[in-house]
């Protein structure tokens, strides 16, 4: 039996969580003030570069003692950089509750070999926070991409710290408020929570990080792509805009016209504002729906960006090939893009809540999810 088809469908079905979607002003014709085939080292460049620092730093309120980089290798690399550079000088304390973070620990263990003190947590928990160390290093992800957990606020982190505490946040910036107190290094990437393009890292020291790269260097060698001292000091230029290697002026084109999008919405408030509208919008589907959940039990621990859900009907028989007919019926009908769960995640979905996804396109969303569920039991049925 065909299960009737919503009426309406989002305006815009993309909802991946990385790439994620552009903001709703976007069109190409608006980077023609990108300065192709000119070099990044030219006055035009370093003044687009230092455009994008200082816009990031406005937006995000970032205090002007602190260091900003952007970075090659998107927020891979930024996390990358910091942990080669500042890692080592004193204990290491990680924490990890979905992929990306047990990559870290993989890197830190396994290719550092360093003896870390390592927390994980199943995908929808998060780590015991009150029993972290903070006379050792501690890394951990801000908000987990693929588990949608993240850390409710910074209160967990103590101000008189002996550590450092290096936080990927590139699924919670221009999202979550990041208490900068709080945090010595912080890393993201262009193409999260504004829609920017790939490849493209941004990475944020504060004086203690700062001291420490100056004060200490690490027992393994460097690729130059990772190298933020020279001689014991700062390699300053890159904070400025003289990126360690060539980045795509028609990228940078791109993320500053998100930062004046993001402006034009009201700032960091506005774009909070935003992604809780569209948080709102799939809370209320997941209440009126016993078929479907949160990955993240908890609601103080859900993320306002990569919301991740769960199927928990009983007739369903195979989770993960349930999941994938589901997400691939949502796209053949042009409803959404790209919302499978994580290859390593629980099988499910996962809808991008950021800024930049307008809350109508979520609300119109929910009833296509539900459109693919019940299509989806009874072919389920059918072939039984």
């Known amino acids: 039996m065909a299960i009737e088809q919503p009426a309406a469908r989002p305006a815009n079905p993309r909802f991946s969580s990385g790439p994620c979607a552009k903001p709703p002003v976007f069109d190409l014709s608006k980077l023609a003030g990108a300065p192709l085939g000119r070099s990044h080292r030219a006055a035009v460049g370093k003044d687009k570069l230092k455009a994008a620092i200082e816009g990031t730093r406005e937006i995000l309120s970032i205090p002007a003692d602190y260091k900003i980089g952007i970075v090659p290798a998107s927020d891979t690399g930024a996390v990358e950089m910091a942990m080669w550079n500042l890692l080592g000088a004193r204990g290491v304390e990680m924490l990890a509750w979905e992929s990306f973070g047990a990559g870290w620990v993989t890197d830190v263990v396994k290719q550092l070999k360093l003896d870390a003190t390592v927390k994980t947590a199943d995908y929808g928990q998060i780590v015991d926070l009150s029993t972290v160390d903070f006379a050792n290093d501690v890394v951990f992800t801000w908000n987990g991409t693929t588990s949608g957990v993240r850390v409710p606020n910074g209160d967990w982190i103590p101000a008189d710290r002996e550590g450092l505490t290096i936080c990927d946040a590139t699924s919670a910036a221009f999202a979550q408020y990041l208490p900068w107190d709080k945090l010595d290094v912080t890393t993201f990437s262009w193409q999260k929570v504004l829609g920017g393009e790939a490849a493209h890292g941004m990475i944020i020291l504060s004086p203690r990080a700062v001291e420490r790269l100056e ?84 609601p103080e621990y859900r993320s306002n960006t990569s919301v991740c859900l769960k199927f928990s009907d009983e007739r369903i028989q195979d989770g993960a090939a349930f999941a994938k007919a589901v997400a691939k019926r949502l796209e053949a009908e042009g409803a959404a893009y790209d919302i499978g769960a994580y290859r390593d995640a629980p099988p499910g979905l996962r809808i991008w809540c950021g800024g930049t996804v307008e809350a109508a396109d979520v609300a119109a969303l929910m009833p296509w999810i539900k459109w693919a569920f019940e299509a989806e039991i009874a072919a389920q049925t059918e072939a039984a």
Do not use: C, H
């Open 215 to 298: 004060s200490y260097t690490p027992a393994w060698p460097l690729p130059k792509i990772f190298r933020l001292t020279k001689g014991g000091k700062l390699i300053d230029g890159i904070f400025q805009g003289a990126t360690i290697n060539t980045p795509s002026m028609l990228a940078v084109e791109d993320y500053l016209l998100a930062l004046d999008w993001a402006r034009s919405v009201g700032g960091m408030e506005g774009l909070r504002e935003r992604a809780y509208a569209n948080l709102a919008a799939v809370q209320s589907f997941v209440q009126d729906n016993p078929w479907i959940a949160f990955l993240a039990e908890q």
